[in-house]
């Protein structure tokens, strides 16, 4: 898996619908259980897996000294294997993540890094505030990097988690990692689920994006210096495909009687402003092709996300992150808050109200791509299709006067 934060499987908001997302600022993994939560042939196991590792190439010296870390966590375990009946709407979200003492850190931090900054901005073309947002959003700054040995949660995930061999390649990763003698394997320290360093690395992540661009030959991603941390992160999003100067969205109004079966749309800006859409702060829209995103609805702020938008979604898929993220690194540049109101009356729906609304819609003839309760692109079309036949506006926005009318 080529993202960052690897694990990320959380509800996402494609079309920018507010879907239900975990509120924290590092969102965790869902999927289907597997295993046995328990421990007693951990060694067992452990045993296989280093007969495996060395076939990937792992030397019997990286593996003894791993050995002592890999230790099993019921905790991580635990932490697996949670998941909220109810999550956050989009704006709990980004007032958890974008607040006004990360703002003032991250404008500190800033200042405190602008050298750094600037030279990572003249390689990669990511200017500063969007990787200092990054960092801010992933570790508060590097405060909280997490206080777990990789490898002790890797194989406790590999052999009990619900995606045990995605966890067992990344285990093999981590090691080589220390092969390579970038960290030793008691220092390796990062979140349960095995990312780590200030910007929240998986090991494949690592092994593909992370640089050295302090140039002491090592990619330290986990010490005070974020230097190589920060870089890596801008070089991931080169990669992705980040485009040097485009914004990533920008919020606008939307004129009286605008169609709403617009949203989702990619047009250019000429296009959207001959359709009346302006800047909410004023001025003329950006250059480039975007689309219309409304993450609370009809209702709530209207927004055009460029194509850097959708590059920030490969570090983290889901739309609240990159909300959040983006809007953070407006405020951090000097910029205002959001002008237009969330719904905050809305309340989240759960799992089986989710469930239901997509077993409704498919029952009507519009295609969910499956009856899991996840809202994806599929459903959001869906809702959409159904608006369009109902004489709603099909803004794609599912909340619980959406199901009620669904039920009716």
């Not at 500063?128 to 995930?157: C, M, Y």
């Not at 970038?182 to 320290?189: G, L, S």
């Not at 959406?402 to 009716?408: H, K, V």
Request: proline share 4%.
């Amino acid at each position: 898996m080529t993202r960052l934060l690897a694990l990320v499987l959380i509800m996402s908001l494609p079309g920018c619908v507010a879907a239900n997302v975990e509120t924290s600022p590092r969102p965790e993994a869902r999927g289907e259980s597997r295993g046995s939560a328990q421990s007693g042939d951990f060694s067992t196991w452990l045993q296989g897996f280093e007969g495996r590792a060395r076939a990937a190439g792992i030397s019997q010296a990286t593996i003894a000294q791993a050995r002592p870390q890999m230790q099993y966590l019921p905790q991580s375990i635990a932490l697996d294997r949670r998941q909220s009946e109810f999550g956050a709407r989009v704006w709990e979200y980004m007032d958890s993540a974008v607040t006004s003492g990360r703002i003032v850190q991250g404008q500190a931090a800033m200042r405190q890094h602008a050298g750094v900054l600037a030279r990572i901005e003249g390689r990669y073309g990511v200017p500063p505030e969007v990787v200092v947002a990054i960092w801010g959003i992933e570790t508060s700054f590097g405060a909280n990097r997490g206080a777990t040995n990789t490898l002790a949660t890797l194989a406790t995930l590999a052999k009990d988690g619900r995606r045990g061999a995605f966890f067992e390649g990344q285990l093999i990763d981590a090691l080589k990692i220390v092969q390579a003698g970038d960290i030793r394997a008691d220092a390796m320290i990062g979140s349960w689920a095995g990312a780590f360093g200030h910007t929240q690395f998986m090991p494949s992540s690592y092994l593909t994006y992370a640089v050295d661009f302090t140039g002491n030959g090592r990619r330290d991603v986990w010490g005070a210096d974020p230097s190589d941390a920060l870089a890596s992160a801008a070089n991931y999003l080169a990669r992705r495909g980040w485009t040097r100067g485009q914004l990533w969205a920008v919020e606008v109004t939307l004129p009286a009687g605008f169609d709403l079966g617009a949203t989702g749309q990619r047009q250019s800006a000429e296009a959207w402003g001959r359709a009346g859409l302006r800047p909410a702060g004023g001025g003329a829209l950006a250059v480039g092709a975007s689309r219309l995103i409304l993450p609370g609805g009809a209702r709530g702020p209207a927004l055009l996300a460029y194509d850097n938008y959708d590059v920030l979604k490969e570090y983290n898929i889901s739309d609240a992150y990159v909300l959040a993220l983006g809007h953070l690194s407006d405020r951090l540049r000097g910029g205002g808050a959001l002008r237009g109101q969330w719904p905050r009356g809305d309340r989240a729906l759960s799992l089986a109200e989710r469930t239901e609304l997509q077993r409704r819609l498919t029952a009507l003839g519009h295609d969910t791509a499956g009856i899991d309760g996840r809202i994806g692109p599929a459903t959001v079309a869906a809702v959409q299709a159904w608006q369009r036949s109902v004489g709603l506006p099909p803004d794609g926005y599912i909340n619980a006067d959406i199901l009620a009318r669904l039920r009716s």
